[in-house]
Structure formats: structure tokens, C-alpha cells
């Protein structure tokens, strides 16, 4: 059965660093047949898709976050991380890791997710 | 990029079938099938519903279906259950090959 489950901070303050690791069991981060990737939710907001990465270390960002946000890949850990620098309020939110598999298509969509994090950006 | 516009709420009885509605753009939607639905319950991770404007993942009911005209994508549940209750995402590929998700739209089972 396959799980991820996010883990960092709870509570970061504004202007640092939020760093987030996804550890995924049950399945390989390396599979060619998946991607994989973080979405985020503030509080009584909608989903707002961060961004994907593949385990060759492709990686493709929401354009708003794009300046703030790294993604990568340890496949000797089967986990994948999140950074967000110079954070603010406004990140403050729900942050759901990923996994997403490949349609017919060979588009990405996401089929399984952790049951997400809340981060909380406060002094 | 926008987010793609769906409406607020919805509500239905249930034995009903409700339609969601999600639109977007000749950026997203109306030049790509690469259209998904989301639901979420409170507290909960989102459930991948629909992928691909109108393909259902494995163990989805039957009752939901997808579709798309122009640059309008729907979610439609039939025979509306109170479980159905939650809300729901759509999201789509954009030009700029990035993603883009709606609003969310509350579903109310009456």
C-alpha cells in the first residue's frame, strides 16, 4: 500500500526558509511511470498546485512561486523536499505531497496524497 | 495565471444529479483534454474523481462523469448520495506548462 507522509517545521517565521520532506513507502520514487509533486491549501482556501517533480530531477514550478520554490529528489531516501525562502503569511497553509501517475496521455495527474501538513508562517 | 472559475456552490436533493461547472480559457481548457476533478472532504486529502476530462480511476463510482465543450469542462453527479457532500477541484494543464486549479465549489446534499 502506498503511503507518503509530509514532515518539517509547523511554524516558520516570516522572511526564512519552509522546508518540507515527503517520505514515500510502499513504491519507488524512481519509477519512470510516476511524478511526483506538492500542493498547498490555506486555511478556508482552495488547492493551489505548487509544483512537480520527476526522479530525474525535472522539475516545473507554479510561475507565482517559481522565484522562492526548489524541489529535488533523494531516491537513496525514497523522499522528495520542498523549500519556500522568504516566506510570509500568506504561505501559511495546508502542504499535501503527491504522487502522480501517468494517463493514457502520458500526462501527470495526482492519485495519491499524504494526509498533509499545516505550516504556519508567524513571528 | 488564473485560476479557473467554477461556481461557489451547488446543492442538490438526494437521487438528484447536480453539474459543476469549470471554465477557463484557450490557455488551458479549451486546447487541452488534460482536465481532472477533484473531492474533498473536510479535514481530508483530496480524491482524484476524473482525469483526462472524462476517464474515472479505479474504485470511483460510476455516477460521477466528466466532460468538456470549448473551454468548459463539467463534473456531473447522478443519483446524489449524502456522501457526495464535500467540495470539489477542478484542474487543468495550461500553455505555459504549468497548472492551474479552480476555485473549488461547495456541494450541498439536501
Known amino acids: 500500500q502506498l503511503q507518503l507522509q509530509e514532515s518539517g517545521p509547523g511554524l516558520v517565521k516570516p522572511s526564512e526558509t519552509l522546508s518540507l520532506t515527503c517520505t514515500v513507502s510502499?513504491?519507488?520514487?524512481?519509477?519512470?511511470?510516476?511524478?511526483w509533486g506538492w500542493i498547498r491549501q490555506a486555511p478556508g482556501k482552495g488547492l493551489e498546485w505548487i509544483g512537480t517533480?520527476?526522479?530525474?530531477?525535472?522539475?516545473y514550478y507554479n510561475p507565482s512561486l517559481q522565484s522562492r520554490v526548489t524541489m529535488s529528489a533523494d531516491t537513496s531516501k525514497n523522499q522528495f523536499s520542498l523549500k519556500l525562502t522568504s516566506v510570509t503569511a500568506a504561505d501559511t497553509a495546508v502542504y499535501y505531497c503527491a504522487r502522480h501517475f501517468l494517463s493514457e496521455y502520458r500526462y501527470p495527474y495526482p492519485d495519491y496524497w499524504g494526509q498533509g501538513t499545516l505550516v504556519t508562517v508567524s513571528s | 495565471q488564473s485560476a479557473l472559475t467554477q461556481p461557489a456552490s451547488v446543492s442538490g436533493s438526494p437521487g438528484q444529479s447536480i453539474t459543476i461547472s469549470c471554465s477557463g480559457t484557450?490557455?488551458?481548457?479549451?486546447?487541452?483534454?488534460?482536465v481532472s476533478w477533484y473531492q474533498q472532504h473536510p479535514g481530508k486529502a483530496p480524491r482524484l474523481m476524473i482525469y483526462?476530462?472524462?476517464n474515472r480511476p479505479s474504485g470511483v463510482s460510476n455516477r460521477f462523469s466528466g466532460s468538456k465543450s470549448g473551454n468548459t469542462a463539467s463534473l456531473t453527479i447522478s443519483g446524489l448520495q449524502a456522501e457526495d457532500e464535500a467540495d470539489y477541484y477542478c484542474r487543468s494543464y495550461t500553455s505555459s506548462s504549468t497548472v492551474v486549479f479552480g476555485g473549488g465549489t461547495k456541494l450541498t446534499v439536501l
Open positions: 483526462d476530462v472524462s
Open positions: 510502499g513504491g519507488s520514487i524512481s519509477s519512470s511511470s510516476y511524478y
Open positions: 484557450s490557455s488551458d481548457i479549451d486546447n487541452y483534454n488534460y
Open positions: 517533480i520527476y526522479f530525474s530531477g525535472s522539475t
